[in-house]
């Protein structure tokens, strides 16, 4: 079974900040936060990982609280195209490492 | 980006009969992964493989699976006699640190 839990649904207005919760208060030590998401049928798609600190790249930010119990992914300025499922997943870091267990995720509808 | 390359994008196959779904992954990419996705449900792991042999298998993964390198690049799953509720997505995936990069699934449809 998954190792976090997702809000079933979220709506956000198109040019706004969504954000995006996720509980995963059984985190271990060397288990990072994972975030991928997927459009459609379409294979899931990375976003972005971390393990204590905050991360931000090109598609996202994510927030991981000072006792790791959870995180948040924030996607700046939102876009009808970032429509999806999101997943957060917790798993060992590194290639090759632990298969990948994904929960029901977190449907984001983005509105104009 | 480098892609993970999957083939066919859909196949319709009648119950019974074998198939198998093709994958071009990433070179020089070691550890290879399929998921399924049963419509409407979750992506399930199925069976992981590396160094020329499977290193991880879900209890989905019965022997009516099978998977192979079979010219050192391509990556199949092949499935012996289907049933309908082989019915899915299928997703082949390449590992990194960063993540995993997926394929655009196969979708089978058993009739």
């Known amino acids: 079974d998954a190792k976090t839990t997702q809000p079933t649904s979220m709506d956000c207005a198109e040019g706004r900040a969504a954000n995006l919760p996720c509980n995963h208060s059984?985190?271990?030590?060397?288990?990072?936060v994972y975030w991928y998401r997927q459009i459609h049928s379409q294979g899931p798609q990375y976003i972005i990982h971390?393990?204590?600190n905050n991360e931000t790249n090109e598609m996202a930010s994510l927030i991981i609280t000072e006792d790791r119990k959870s995180s948040t992914l924030i996607l700046p300025h939102a876009t009808l195209r970032d429509t999806a499922v999101y997943y957060c997943?917790?798993?060992?870091?590194?290639?090759?490492?632990?298969?990948?267990?994904f929960g029901q995720g977190t449907r984001l509808t983005i509105n104009p | 980006e480098p892609e993970v390359t999957q083939t066919p994008s859909h196949q319709v196959t009648q119950m019974g009969q074998e198939v198998i779904l093709r994958c071009v992954p990433i070179s020089n990419h070691l550890y290879f992964y399929w998921y399924r996705q049963i419509l409407g449900q979750k992506v399930e792991f199925l069976v992981s493989?590396?160094?020329?042999?499977?290193?991880?298998k879900s209890e989905i993964f019965d022997d009516q699976f099978s998977v192979e390198r079979p010219d050192g690049s391509n990556f199949t799953l092949k499935i012996r006699s289907t049933k309908l509720e082989d019915s899915a997505m299928y997703f082949c995936a390449n590992a990194r640190v960063e993540g995993y990069t997926f394929g655009s699934g196969t979708r089978l449809t058993v009739v």
């Open positions: 997943i917790v798993r060992v870091a590194g290639e090759g490492a632990q298969k990948l267990v």
């Open positions: 493989f590396y160094n020329n042999e499977i290193s991880e």
């Open positions: 059984t985190i271990s030590g060397n288990e990072y």
């Open positions: 971390g393990l204590k």
